[in-house]
């Protein structure tokens, strides 16, 4: 597709349960970023992606959270025995390259809504 | 460690007004790039501009420009001849150059509703 796009746009799970959020980039694009954006709040940073490595996860919150890019493009974010606190939007960006050669333009989706009962 | 600061929570206008978002950030790098992101209702972040911090023009892009004050550590958005379609929640944000990517650290935003 043209943007980066992200299922499910929404989630409705229980306390205790696994998810896994998916994002897929714009082709082309080697820099992957996940973002977690709280209500009246901006987002933070979880996790960047180089290529199919995770070249910083130094944003995830804890061991519950874990994200992979296995061949360098879809992105899958997993979250493990879910809390009410990990109720927030998960927002998916990537870029042509991670540095600054370009624009500095991150492409963002459109997110994920999770919400844990 | 970084921080956007964006004191208006919102701020509500009417069409053809101009209005200014303020955005102050504390930083310890000597280098660094900020940046406003546009939010539509529909979710997704939309890139608005990059500025590095040994840059200080202003810039002027169609009704949107910027002021950015090292003196102050501030980097204000002004939209002049507000519309409709300005209405989102507009978000600062700032990054160290010396990660090679783009760590954002983002202010909580401010919520801009421009009415007819």
């Known amino acids: 597709g043209a943007g980066v796009s992200q299922t499910p746009s929404n989630k409705v799970t229980e306390k205790g349960k696994y998810v896994e959020l998916r994002c897929d980039p714009i082709?082309?694009?080697?820099?992957l970023y996940w973002y977690r954006q709280s209500l009246g709040q901006g987002p933070e940073f979880l996790i960047y992606?180089?290529?199919?490595?995770?070249?910083?996860d130094s944003g995830l919150p804890n061991d519950r959270f874990f994200a992979v890019r296995p061949e360098g493009s879809v992105s899958t974010l997993k979250i493990q025995r879910t809390e009410r606190g990990d109720s927030a939007v998960y927002l998916c960006?990537?870029?042509?390259?991670?540095?600054?050669?370009?624009?500095?333009?991150?492409?963002f989706g459109e997110g994920s809504r999770l919400t844990v009962l | 460690a970084q921080k956007v600061t964006q004191a208006q929570t919102e701020i509500s206008v009417v069409e053809k007004e101009d209005v200014t978002l303020d955005c102050v950030y504390e930083?310890?790098?000597?280098?660094?790039?900020l940046f406003w992101y546009k939010q539509p209702p529909s979710g997704e972040l939309v890139f608005l501009i990059r500025?590095?911090?040994?840059?200080?023009q202003n810039e002027i892009s169609g009704r949107y420009s910027w002021n950015f004050q090292k003196s102050t550590s501030s980097f204000n958005f002004t939209i002049t001849a507000s519309q409709v379609v300005d209405s989102a929640v507009y978000f600062c944000?700032?990054?160290?150059?010396?990660?090679?990517?783009?760590?954002?650290?983002f202010g909580t935003g401010t919520r801009l509703l421009v009415s007819p």
């Open positions: 960006a990537s870029s042509l390259n991670g540095g600054y050669a370009n624009t500095g333009e991150l492409f």
């Open positions: 082709s082309g694009h080697t820099a």
């Open positions: 992606f180089q290529g199919t490595g995770a070249a910083d």
């Open positions: 930083t310890r790098d000597t280098t660094y790039y």
């Open positions: 500025r590095n911090s040994f840059d200080e």
């Open positions: 944000a700032l990054t160290p150059m010396n990660t090679g990517f783009q760590k954002l650290v």
